[in-house]
């Protein structure tokens, strides 16, 4: 009977570790959950999408060489200096490494969820009389959830 209980507190607690695990994960998967990646694009090749429709832009110069025969944008001027100038690549991706770290830097304010399933089995002996307790079983899970409210 009591191997039985055993059983089905372990399990019901591996079960509810496993459950609170995956709706965690499934809610905290995206690896941004501050959203700076928003703030610049995704690659340097590629033009940033704001949220705000913006107006509609051709695509680069194809050639290494800029033509004078029409004015170029800003973004096609942008995309022209990152494939030729190593420096403004450089500058491309430091500015991206920036927007990550200010990720990091507010991961503190993320919530922290731990989980623990504990198992004790002692016996105790009466010190005055002798008497041997009989063996206690303590087990079951354990979360706890903390959040920085004031830093």
């Known amino acids: 009977m ?17 459950l609170a695990a ?8 995206a690896q941004d959950p501050f959203n700076t990646g928003s703030q610049v694009s995704p690659a340097p090749f590629m ?8 107006p509609e832009v051709g695509g680069p110069a194809p050639t290494a060489e800029l033509s004078n025969a029409q004015p170029l944008s800003l973004p096609e001027l942008t995309e022209f200096a990152l494939r030729n100038n190593p420096r403004t690549r450089q500058t491309w991706l ?3 490494a920036a927007a990550a770290g200010v990720g990091i830097e507010r991961a503190d304010q993320l919530p922290t969820i731990t989980g ?36």
């Open 2 to 18: 009591r191997k039985n209980g055993l059983l089905t507190s372990a399990l019901t607690g591996a079960l509810f570790l496993f």
């Open 22 to 29: 995956t709706h965690a994960a499934a809610q905290w998967s």
């Open 47 to 54: 033009r940033w999408e704001s949220t705000i429709k913006l």
């Open 94 to 96: 430091a500015a991206r």
């Open 116 to 151: 623990n399933y504990g198992y004790t089995r002692s016996q105790h002996v009466n010190a005055n009389s002798g008497v041997v307790v009989p063996w206690q079983t303590r087990f079951g899970p354990s979360i706890s959830f903390s959040y920085l409210l004031y830093d």
